[in-house]
């Protein structure tokens, strides 16, 4: 017998708006220690205080050298397995970014133009337009609904019947609603467009999308623990079960406790959103597209336009989006989420790539007091820690306006602050996550009391100096 899921729970492939979290001014803090360290130390406070299940993280570095770490449990039954970076976790809607990384290297082996029409390609189907371009396909502007988040009938089938395998043309011909605009006339996230984009993958290779990707991006870039699931053999490869709160009661069990197979799940996201990896693959993969010529260059002027409306909290171009994130740093890469969750990105001025994967379906919402610390924080903190040890390394300090650091991010009552000047002096001012100033104090004896803070995360900003810190009971 299945247990559907909650409304909490339900399958979603779609751009959450990440701006509040990551739009804000780069720290210029000291660190002393090694990085190594400090991402341990990091991934590790952070894991300690958050409900989720279970992190899978790697940062690869300009030299190649790759940092890795995961925390939690891989499964719960039959055995409790610990969660290692070895352990495929479901990348969702990233998917995306390797279906239109295969379809442009066959735009840039001239197999394909960008100005093509899709009824090139494809047969003909209810509410999709053939005279869609391929470009307009895999930036978000052809109009085509989204089967997944404008469907609540579709969504309702694959709760109600978790072990159906689907067939992309059964989605496409029947589960597709009429068009959100004509095709270029504006911009609306829809997991349609890459189902396409596999279909036309098939029709060009005349071989499953998934080996075309493989041929064309896996094999190339030596991507050897990445899958499409459940299409592809999986082999030895452990694979981590997905936790979720089935129940709603704030606690999430491992999924086989409730007997809801993933299987048909995935099988629905096909080339939108069904690959599994590590966050090393993901890595690799971030570094191999944005980080050298794997294109010609007129093709990456393409893949890095923006496509998306100003206001809408990233930049959006052929499968690959750019989010608001610190000193408004570049950075390349896609998030996914198929109740397991990524996000990974390339950040080519620094010339490294990040990536965290989550085998948890539970999100971060400061307005509940959630504890559920997610993969977004998980990448802040990680991020914001290798910058510290960048910027201590390369940018002269001596005529910043104030230095300081916070003991642990990671608090309960007071926030202790270290540093070279004399940070009395300074009125200090906490805002949320959201950019909400909450508080403006000057330090006591270099300690703030956060006691009356509700748990979330928070920042910290002196004299143009921010740093983020997480409260917690």
């Known amino acids: 017998m299945f247990i559907s899921l909650s409304a909490s729970a339900q399958i979603k492939f779609k751009v959450p708006d990440l701006s509040a979290l990551y739009n804000r001014e780069a720290t210029s803090i000291r660190?002393?220690?090694?990085?190594?360290?400090?991402?341990?130390?990091?991934?590790?406070?952070?894991?300690?205080?958050?409900?989720?299940?279970?992190?899978?993280?790697?940062?690869?570095?300009?030299?190649?050298?790759?940092?890795?770490?995961?925390?939690?449990?891989?499964?719960?039954?039959?055995?409790?397995?610990?969660?290692?970076?070895?352990?495929?976790?479901?990348m969702g809607s990233?998917?995306?970014?390797?279906?239109?990384?295969?379809?442009?290297?066959?735009?840039?082996?001239?197999?394909?133009?960008?100005?093509?029409?899709?009824?090139?390609?494809?047969?003909?189907?209810?509410?999709?337009?053939?005279?869609?371009?391929?470009?307009?396909?895999?930036?978000?502007?052809?109009g085509v609904s989204d089967y997944l988040n404008e469907n609540e009938d579709f969504g309702n089938l694959i709760n109600t019947m978790p072990d159906s395998i689907w067939s992309v043309d059964t989605i496409l011909t029947y589960f597709v609603k009429p068009k959100n605009f004509n095709p270029g006339a504006s911009w609306s996230y829809s997991n349609t467009n890459y189902l396409l984009a596999g279909k036309i993958l098939e029709k060009i290779e005349q071989k499953p999308w998934y080996a075309v990707v493989r041929d064309k991006i896996s094999t190339p870039l030596g991507l050897n623990h990445t899958y499409a699931y459940p299409s592809e053999n999986l082999g030895n490869e452990p694979f981590s079960h997905v936790f979720l709160d089935a129940d709603e009661d704030g606690i999430s069990e491992d999924i086989n406790l409730v007997n809801f197979p993933i299987e048909g799940l995935f099988s629905a996201a096909s080339s939108a959103g069904n690959l599994v990896t590590t966050p090393e693959d993901l890595n690799k993969f971030m570094v191999g597209i944005h980080g050298g010529s794997f294109y010609a260059p007129a093709l990456y002027t393409e893949i890095y336009k923006n496509y998306a409306p100003s206001g809408a909290g990233l930049r959006y171009g052929l499968g690959f989006m750019s989010l608001s994130i610190t000193n408004n740093l570049k950075n390349y890469g896609h998030n996914g989420y198929i109740l397991h969750q990524a996000i990974s990105n390339y950040l080519?001025?620094?010339?490294?790539?990040?990536?965290?994967l989550q085998n948890d379906a539970s999100e971060y919402d400061p307005s509940v007091g959630s504890k559920s610390f997610d993969l977004y924080i998980m990448y802040l903190e990680l991020l914001e820690t290798y910058l510290k040890n960048e910027i201590s390394s390369t940018v002269e300090m001596v005529n910043a306006k104030v230095h300081f650091d916070i003991k642990s991010n990671i608090v309960s009552s007071s926030l202790?602050?270290?540093?070279?000047?004399?940070?009395?002096?300074?009125?200090?001012?906490?805002?949320?996550q959201n950019g909400h100033t909450i508080r403006t104090t000057a330090s006591d004896h270099n300690h703030i009391d956060v006691s009356n803070l509700p748990d979330g995360l928070y920042f910290i900003t002196c004299k143009n100096t921010t740093y983020p810190f997480v409260k917690v009971d």
């Open 416 to 432: 202790e602050l270290v540093g070279d000047n004399n940070l009395t002096s300074g009125l200090f001012t906490i805002t949320n």
């Open 94 to 142: 990233v998917t995306k970014s390797f279906t239109a990384a295969a379809l442009l290297k066959l735009i840039d082996e001239g197999k394909a133009n960008l100005n093509d029409s899709i009824g090139k390609y494809l047969s003909t189907y209810k509410n999709i337009n053939p005279k869609i371009t391929i470009r307009q396909m895999l930036n978000h502007t052809s």
């Open 348 to 356: 080519p001025t620094k010339k490294i790539a990040l990536t965290v």
């Open 31 to 90: 660190f002393n220690g090694k990085l190594t360290d400090a991402l341990d130390s990091v991934f590790n406070k952070v894991a300690e205080v958050s409900n989720i299940r279970g992190f899978s993280a790697a940062l690869t570095l300009p030299n190649g050298e790759v940092w890795k770490k995961a925390s939690g449990n891989a499964t719960d039954v039959p055995t409790l397995t610990a969660l290692t970076t070895d352990h495929l976790i479901g």
